[in-house]
């Protein structure tokens, strides 16, 4: 593809509904293979470098579902995007797991998976990676597929713009007792306060005592959502993240940081960090 698309960088003045906008017709040319493409294989996804991006991801979920015990009958992964990885140490905790996401084609990527299908990605060395992160051997790679086709119940539509992100109905009076979101919020809002109140409306899925669990990029302006499309990202620093979350009414639990190997930028973005943080809903 020739010429770059998107906002190329106008996410700095723009807030309120306008901003909003802008960002929701960048995602018209989000392409979820080329994304998968970018950020879901070598070296991102290199499971024999303790030092790449996705086992580092894995690594941090693996421990606050086992080691730190998070479970409950029902989780959230919001804004989902064609990425299944989130999700496979959740699977084995709750009894039910909701996916979303904002554009119809990575939807029916996940369903295209879920159904039996093979998708864009093969997720078997995440499954298997898992397994072997829960001292399973990774011949049970199969079994965890299993359960985590038969536990994610719904695939919906999400606007974390929307005060009521999910459609009506969706989750217990009480709200999901936890909610995943990686990559999102600041990929999708046009300036910091944008982010922060999406935060805020996350908050509403989320029952009290429930917890969140927030990946995200440090340091990030850009990252390719498709050949070409280049796709705004509000550049968070890690005070930053903290600040929302705490006007947001959550209580930070931990804050975990990943610092990006020179070999790790590919061009796709330009990230310095990953941060993952898990906070509770008092
Ligand atoms: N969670 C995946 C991951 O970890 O790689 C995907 C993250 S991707 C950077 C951002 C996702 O946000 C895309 O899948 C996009 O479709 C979705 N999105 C775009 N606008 C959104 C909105 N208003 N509300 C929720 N999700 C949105």
Redesign the pocket.
Known sequence: MGEEQGMKGSHGGESGMEG?AA??AC?QG?NPAA?LQY??TAPRADFHRRDSIVPWKLSCLHKAFTEEGLRGEVLV???????L??VMSACEHFDRIIL????EV?RNELLKWLQGGEGSLDWTPYLQHVCELEGRSPTAWREKAERLRSVVTDVLP????QPH?LPPGTLPHSGADCLV????LE??SPDLASFTRALGHLSRLLRRGGHLLL?GALGESF?LGAPGLRIPVVSLEESQVCSSLRVCGYNLLRLSVYHLPPDMKLGVDDVTGVFFAEARKP
């Open positions: 909003v960002m929701e995602y989000f994304y950020n879901y992964d919001v804004g989902s995007g064609p990425t990885y989130q979303s996401d904002f554009l990575n999400v606007d974390v713009h992100p979101s990686s990559f999102c990929s999708v990946i990252y």
